[in-house]
C-alpha cells in the first residue's frame, strides 16, 4: 500500500483559493494514478479530481471543472489540489487516495483506490 498524509485545509470565505497537498510514502508513487475524493456532512464521499500516472492527464467531476487543478510531483511523492473561486458547497472533508493498481487507467470510483489519506478539513464560509 502506498501511505498518504494530506495537508492544506482551513476555513476560507467564498471566493477564496486553498491549495492541498498529499504525501505520499511506501510504493512507488509514479507507478499509481491518484485522486482526490471529498465528503461533506450528510453526504457521501464523491471523486473530485483525478491524475493519471505520469501527470499527461487530468480529470475532474462536472462540480469542480474550470475552479479546480490537480497535478504531481512525482519527484517529491506529492499529489496537489488547487482550489479556486471556492464556494459553502465545497465545504467537505477533502481525500487523496492512490489506484488500487499499477496501470494507465484513469480511475473514478472509490473501488478503485485502494489506500487513503485521514482527510484534511475544508470548510468555506458565505
Known amino acids: 500500500q502506498v501511505q498518504l498524509v494530506e495537508s492544506g485545509g482551513g476555513l476560507v470565505q467564498a471566493g477564496g483559493s486553498l491549495r492541498l497537498s498529499c504525501a505520499a510514502s511506501g510504493r512507488t508513487f509514479s507507478n499509481y494514478a491518484m485522486g482526490w475524493f471529498r465528503q461533506a456532512p450528510g453526504k457521501e464521499r464523491e471523486f473530485v479530481a483525478g491524475i493519471t500516472r505520469s501527470g499527461g492527464y487530468t480529470y475532474y467531476a462536472d462540480s469542480v471543472k474550470g475552479r479546480f487543478t490537480i497535478s504531481r510531483d512525482n519527484a517529491k511523492t506529492t499529489v496537489y489540489l488547487q482550489m479556486n473561486s471556492l464556494k459553502p458547497e465545497d465545504t467537505a472533508v477533502y481525500y487523496c487516495?492512490?489506484?488500487?493498481?499499477?496501470?494507465?487507467?484513469?480511475?473514478?470510483?472509490?473501488?478503485?483506490?485502494?489506500?487513503w489519506g485521514q482527510g484534511t478539513q475544508v470548510t468555506v464560509s458565505s
Open positions: 487516495a492512490a489506484a488500487r493498481t499499477t496501470g494507465s487507467g484513469s480511475p473514478t470510483t472509490e473501488a478503485d483506490f485502494g489506500s
